[in-house]
């Protein structure tokens, strides 16, 4: 017992509790941040897309502010906290830099977590893009609620990290494979997402995620929630279940496909 | 103390169904390996062993033996389909992260982050073993001296050279100051001068303490570098050896190759002392001494009395599978 003590140092038990555990997931988000935020599908998927889609949706259409800058920041939001998550294991497993990280001292938990913690920050940076340009324009004309819609916005940057978590559990070495299979989700999740549009006029919208952060926003800048007087407490409620509930997924399928992606 | 203990350790693979569709077999010795109608990949078998503290322990085996997959085994990539593995006593998969906080990894295929640069490279595996900031620094850049790669430090690594990659990857391996080093192949694909460089630095972190588990296909390197020697073929450990009796082995299978100009008598050849044996194959002459130069000598002689000319003389070095094979069947089979 002695000799192990010596060996594996006095302080072990202690140095790989919870904290050590976090700093080392947000120094895997620090090198996720620098190295793929300028990789092609990441600007594509990230930055691209949104503007596109955004005009897309919103040109020749009359549409109140308000929804024009929830719709905005929800479609921001979701496309850039998806946009690394599910390209980066592909491409690690791809370039073998996951068999680094796996020799170590780090848990599959770590690992994941800082995954995670890249795409909620990339997320959250980006979204506030539109924030401010919706503040500098319109600020006049509307009442903005910032506390609220900034809880929201970190609610749903941990919403879809989870969930580009889950994106990216198939064990691929072909980035390319990924990038098909999620862009295919995202555009049904956008579809299915009431965006710059009043939510009751959209039949399905209480299926997407996004739809209650859209709520949220709407609320803060003055319009009424769609789900009634309390409603904003049910989307606070339910994102944070969507949240909870895609990282419990993430971590299960995250387990099973682990080793597969040694198969050479 | 034993740095590592392995005991009936044992990694089987099946393949996926895409893969059994497309019959993928990665190696001819595969087949052999298969099992039944459920085609199970016997990748390591069922093997023991233990390594002294402080020793460099060698891995010895061909292509597709299973060393790889040993050193994965032990290093936490892959899990182990049977067996236990102790580093100084714990069992590694209690534990898995206290033991890779000791351990340092090599791997087969250069992974360095090829976006980051040297420096940022060894700055962030210093950080997932909690090395503080300025700790890892100062390590960073004395290894990054050690190592020749000082000057270009601030290169993106996919600008560095194999070589440089690969002493990148010995640096990152030695940035946590490791109990035990692992080093899968850490000299093949290199020139002479780097793996020199290489297989200096290695000995001299084994002076100061450091306990070393290498894999290698070549006899040579693992005789000149390894205080003890793990035979390994087709997933199953044949021996365990120092160099010396390893390099009796090879010794004991020396052969000279004699293309002449005219025939010449194969039971006058044998007849001679320090021939053991001759086969002629082809258009040349196959001969088995006792001993290299008396053997040479020897036979010259009778060329010269027999007035032949010679057109070309190879001597012979032993393949590894040969020597694997005369371990296994007692040299009966030559
Ligand atoms: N992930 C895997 N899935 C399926 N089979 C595998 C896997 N990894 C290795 N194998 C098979 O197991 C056997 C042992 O492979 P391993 O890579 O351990 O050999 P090796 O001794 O390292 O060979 P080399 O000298 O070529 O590196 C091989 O037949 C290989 O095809
Ligand atoms: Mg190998």
Redesign the pocket.
């Known amino acids: 017992m002695r000799i192990s003590k010596e060996v594996f140092g006095v302080k072990g038990s202690k140095k790989l509790g919870l904290t050590v555990q976090l700093r080392r997931a947000a120094a895997i988000a620090q090198k996720d941040l620098r190295i793929y935020y300028n990789k092609p599908p990441v600007i594509v998927q990230g930055i691209i897309f949104p503007v596109i889609l955004f005009f897309t949706f919103t040109i020749g259409r009359k549409i109140p502010t308000p929804l024009l800058i929830s719709g905005l920041m929800a479609m921001v939001i979701f496309l850039t906290a998806t946009s690394i998550g599910p390209f980066v294991f592909p491409w690690e497993t791809m370039r073998k830099t996951f068999e680094r990280l796996i020799t170590c001292p780090v848990s599959v938990k770590t690992i994941l977590f800082g995954s995670m913690l890249s795409s909620f920050l990339f997320g959250v940076i980006f979204s506030l893009v539109p924030l401010v340009l919706g503040i500098i324009f319109f600020s006049l004309q509307i009442t903005i609620n910032f506390l609220i819609i900034l809880i929201a916005m970190f609610l749903a940057a941990f919403v879809f990290s989870s969930f580009s978590l889950i994106l990216s559990a198939p064990p691929t070495d072909m980035p390319g494979n990924i990038m098909i299979f999620t862009l295919l989700l995202k555009f049904t999740i956008l579809f299915l997402s009431p965006l710059f549009m009043p939510i009751r006029d959209h039949p399905l919208a209480w299926i997407s995620p996004l739809t209650y952060f859209v709520d949220i926003v709407n609320v803060s800048l003055g319009l009424e929630s769609a789900f009634g007087h309390y409603g904003i407490l049910i989307d606070f409620a339910i994102l944070s279940f969507f949240g909870v509930f895609f990282l419990f997924l993430a971590f299960m399928l995250h387990k099973k496909t682990l080793q597969k992606r040694?198969?050479? | 103390m034993n740095a590592i203990v392995v005991r009936n350790l044992t990694?089987y693979?099946t393949?996926s169904k895409k893969?059994k569709k497309k019959g993928r077999a990665?190696?001819p010795?595969?087949e052999s390996?298969k099992q039944g109608n459920n085609s199970i990949?016997?990748?390591?078998d069922h093997i023991d062993f233990e390594v002294k503290n402080g020793e460099i322990f060698g891995f010895l085996?061909?292509?597709?033996?299973?060393?790889?997959?040993?050193?994965?085994m032990l290093t936490g990539i892959?899990k182990p389909t049977n067996g236990e593995i102790l580093i100084f006593g714990q069992n590694f998969w209690n534990n898995p992260i206290k033991a890779k906080q000791i351990m340092g990894h090599v791997p087969?295929e250069a992974n360095v982050y090829m976006d980051l640069t040297g420096l940022e490279n060894l700055s962030f595996i210093g950080e997932l073993y909690g090395i503080s900031k300025k700790e890892r620094i100062s390590r960073a850049e004395q290894l990054l001296k050690k190592f020749e790669l000082f000057e270009k430090r601030h290169l993106k690594s996919k600008k560095y050279s194999k070589g440089m990659k690969q002493r990148l990857l010995l640096c990152m391996a030695l940035m946590s100051n490791p109990k035990i080093l692992f080093l899968?192949?850490p000299t093949s694909g290199l020139d002479v001068q780097s793996s020199i460089i290489i297989k200096k630095l290695i000995k001299d972190y084994n002076k100061n303490g450091m306990t070393i588990f290498m894999?290698t296909?070549d006899m040579d390197v693992a005789n000149e570098m390894c205080d003890r020697i793990a035979i390994?073929n087709r997933?199953k450990l044949i021996g365990l050896d120092t160099p010396e009796n390893l390099k009796k082995l090879k010794q004991e299978y020396q052969a000279v190759d004699f293309y002449f100009t005219k025939e010449a008598k194969e039971s006058e050849l044998e007849n001679l002392s320090s021939v053991k044996e001759v086969r002629k194959i082809r258009d040349y002459y196959h001969i088995i001494v006792h001993d290299l130069n008396d053997g040479i000598c020897e036979i010259i002689e009778y060329i010269k009395s027999k007035n032949l000319k010679v057109k070309k003389i190879n001597t012979y070095e032993p393949h590894l599978e040969e020597v694997f094979l005369k371990m296994v069947n007692g040299g009966d089979d030559y």
């Open positions: 040694f198969r050479n | 990694k693979f393949p893969e990665r190696n010795s595969l390996r990949i016997r990748a390591v085996g061909p292509n597709g033996a299973g060393k790889t997959t040993t050193i994965r892959l087969e899968d192949e894999t296909h390994i997933g």
